[in-house]
């Protein structure tokens, strides 16, 4: 056999065998990628002071001051979330032109500049959402998107409670930056005052 020949045979029988190793290899156990949710049904329970009587059955934890088994007597109350406004400028599609750019630099800038207290006290928050990736599809559907656009959503907790939809960007982002900030800015303010 001539060389040329037999070096096409190896790297043919190596490429063989690589692609047969991909194909068939197992798929590596995946770690879980977040901790645990805390179930919503999570609920508060006021500490007992030292001059409560704890009922008979139950303990008190004198590092904490809380029944290990919940007195008939103890109050139970709902952990309030603070509310949170979300600027979101959520992307579909991996193509982003000079515009989608545009957008998205004004409104960051417009959210940073507007609500620098807001930010300070994580009352306000901007970020941007990859449409495309799984976990994240639910957006499209969810805010009727059929293009890039920025969302603004009030959330208590991880749930939201109210959301606007801002398409009036891609007409104000052809025109002056104060037209854009003062837009975005109402429209966040507006959703900040929302009860």
């Not at 805390?38 to 008190?60: K, L, N, R």
């Not at 004198?62 to 952990?79: D, H, V, W």
């Not at 959520?90 to 507007?114: D, M, Y």
Request: aromatic share 8%.
């Amino acid at each position: 056999m001539k060389p040329k020949t037999i070096l096409t045979v190896v790297l043919l029988l190596f490429v063989g065998a690589s692609l047969g190793y991909v194909v068939l290899k197992p798929a590596p156990e995946s770690a879980p990628t977040e901790s645990p949710a805390v179930p919503e049904s999570v609920i508060g329970i006021q500490p007992i002071d030292e001059s409560s009587e704890v009922p008979a059955g139950s303990v008190a934890s004198e590092s904490t001051g809380i029944a290990k088994t919940l007195p008939a007597t103890a109050t139970i109350q709902p952990i309030e979330e603070p509310e949170k406004i979300l600027v979101s400028y959520i992307l579909i599609g991996s193509k982003r032109c000079f515009t989608c750019k545009r957008i998205e630099a004004w409104t960051r800038e417009s959210v940073e500049s507007g609500f620098e207290k807001e930010i300070q006290e994580g009352t306000v928050a901007f970020r941007i959402v990859d449409g495309d990736l799984p976990a994240n599809k639910h957006y499209i559907d969810d805010y009727q998107m059929a293009f890039k656009t920025v969302v603004i959503e009030k959330l208590q907790g991880n749930k939201v409670k109210d959301w606007k939809r801002l398409d009036e960007v891609w007409q104000l982002i052809r025109q002056d930056k104060a037209s854009f900030d003062s837009f975005l800015r109402a429209n966040v303010r507006s959703m900040l005052s929302k009860g």
